[in-house]
């Protein structure tokens, strides 16, 4: 224990290591400990505390738990209040309410989901809460409207083995309302930013739906920035069959490998990694705000933008400090993401694969080509497949046994895709002819994805259901990962990062 008090930088890991772990406990038991009874022990610690100061062991034990029960408390905190103006104390009730789009409306096939942040409940006055109100697909309605609806307020249930409720949790909504229609009352009531952002992201999907036919249009649509309204079911079944659904989802996963492999490209076209830096980390930024700039998009750039800082620096060992610590902070703005929040948590381990796991499995592909950086995609595509592999077996119950082979023929072609395309369709806003001529390079590019996943789709045993995948697997190969990572390169914190 010396070393670590003596030492500032494990000192601070096991800090916000307590941190998290006090959040990751009361994320699974729910024990809603009254907080002054967390108050009344922090401050019997904080005596016991200053009786010990002199002794390090002592304090950085007492600190170390401050943490822990701060995390808890953190947690503690984000749970739903059911007070009598709080929308979710009306479980099982037939209400009249008006509430705020506060997100970009879900289109769906036969319906739409809204955000709703209540504002008012009719015969109680002002209330508030958030509810997820489905709906058909007339009348429409945009984000910032003030709607009217009326429905009975039902409380989220767990759907088989998915945990709707605390899917929902994470994003504060902890009601649902079935309504068949509503009534504007008022509009503009949002975010000027994110209405602008929203009415540029229609006008693009717009002129990208002129230049290109379906199902590309909207297969580019969910590239650029998530949209997945307008894919037929068999496109999005032929993505899950593969396990290659992440790549028109708006996570960190995504962001973290597309961004890696755009360094790379950029690199192997003779730019250098530090001029090449702020103009990926400029593109990662711009593409956060395009996508609406919610708190997933967000946390998903910055992991994008963690694994280009450890790859400019060169060094991997200084990056876990900064990853941990961002981390933490997320996890201290929106506690529910860290243990219900399966983007973040498959983000947070594509940065590690990309970081720590890369470098020791590169030597494996060295015959591999590395012209425009063949052989460097294919090592991150990889590392971030096999550090996320448990996650996914774990989460959602199913292996893609082709999953591996088609991300690395899928994923390397995206970054140029997303560049072709969003030109085409920028050019396109001079010109729809303009646009039409130079479609047809990302529009192969296109189809030859679409194809992959449809071919490997095909294939019989290209998917297998695992549904009781027990969590003393899940702990084992994790286990076995890490001491891969750890103990497989001794140098490997004085290896400088080569992706």
């Known amino acids: 224990m010396e070393g670590i008090v003596n030492s500032k930088s494990k000192t601070f890991l096991i800090f916000c290591s307590a941190f998290i772990a006090g959040i990751a406990i009361e994320s699974f038991f729910k024990l809603r400990i009254e907080c002054w009874i967390l108050g009344s022990a922090a401050l019997s ?5 200053i009786i010990f100061w002199k002794n390090k062991n002592a304090r950085l034990v007492f600190f170390m738990l401050a943490f822990f029960v701060l995390g808890f408390w953190r947690f503690e905190a984000s749970l ?43 015969d109680v006055g002002e209330a508030s809460g958030r509810v997820l109100v489905s709906m058909g697909l007339f009348p429409e309605f945009e984000y910032g409207d003030l709607i009217q609806v009326k429905c009975k307020i039902r409380k989220p249930e767990p759907i088989s083995d998915f945990r709707y409720d605390n899917y929902l949790g994470k994003d504060k909504i902890f009601s649902l309302c079935y309504p068949r229609g509503g009534t504007l009352v008022e509009g503009g009531r949002g975010n000027k ?9 229609n006008k693009f999907q717009e002129k990208t739906n002129q230049i290109f036919p379906e199902p590309q249009a909207s297969f580019l649509a969910g590239l650029l920035y998530g949209a997945r309204s307008g894919l037929p079911g068999e496109v999005l079944d032929n993505f899950s069959a593969t396990g290659v659904t992440h790549i028109i989802a708006i996570s960190g996963y995504n962001i973290t490998i597309v961004s890696a492999i755009f360094l790379i490209i950029a690199y192997n076209l003779g730019i250098s990694r530090k001029r090449a830096f702020p103009w990926v980390v400029a593109a990662i930024i711009i593409f956060v705000i395009f996508a609406g700039a919610s708190a997933s998009v967000v946390r998903a750039g910055i992991m994008g933008i963690l694994v280009l800082l450890a790859k400019q620096t060169g060094r991997s060992s200084k990056i876990f400090n900064v990853l941990l610590f961002t981390c933490a902070l997320m996890c201290m703005a929106n506690p529910w993401v860290l243990i219900f929040d399966a983007g973040f948590q498959l983000s947070f381990l594509a940065t590690i694969g990309l970081v720590w796991l890369a470098p020791l499995i590169g030597p494996w592909f060295k015959r591999v080509p590395t012209v425009l950086g063949i052989q460097e995609s294919l090592v991150a595509t990889l590392s971030a497949t096999i550090i996320t592999l448990p996650l996914i077996i774990f989460q959602f119950g199913r292996f893609s046994l082709v999953a591996p082979l088609a991300n690395i023929l899928i994923l390397p072609a995206i970054p140029i895709t997303m560049f072709l395309g969003f ?16 479609s047809w390079l990302p529009w192969a590019i296109l189809t030859y994805m679409l194809k992959v996943a449809e071919i490997f789709a095909k294939i019989e045993f290209a998917q297998i259901d695992i549904p009781n995948f027990n969590i003393i697997f899940f702990i084992g190969m994790y286990g076995w990962l890490l001491f891969y990572i750890i103990f497989g390169n001794k140098k490997l914190k004085q290896m400088p990062i080569r992706l």
């Open 45 to 49: 610690g904080f005596f016991i505390a």
């Open 80 to 122: 739903p209040r059911f007070d009598e103006n709080n929308i979710h104390s009306f479980y099982d009730k037939n209400v009249v309410m008006r509430g705020v789009v506060i997100t970009e409306p879900d289109k769906r096939e036969d319906k739409i989901k809204y955000t709703l942040e209540v504002k008012e409940v009719e």
């Open 193 to 201: 930013f994110l209405g602008a952002i929203f009415f540029v992201k």
């Open 423 to 438: 030109s085409v369709v920028g050019l396109g806003f001079i010109s729809v002819w303009l646009g039409n001529i130079f």
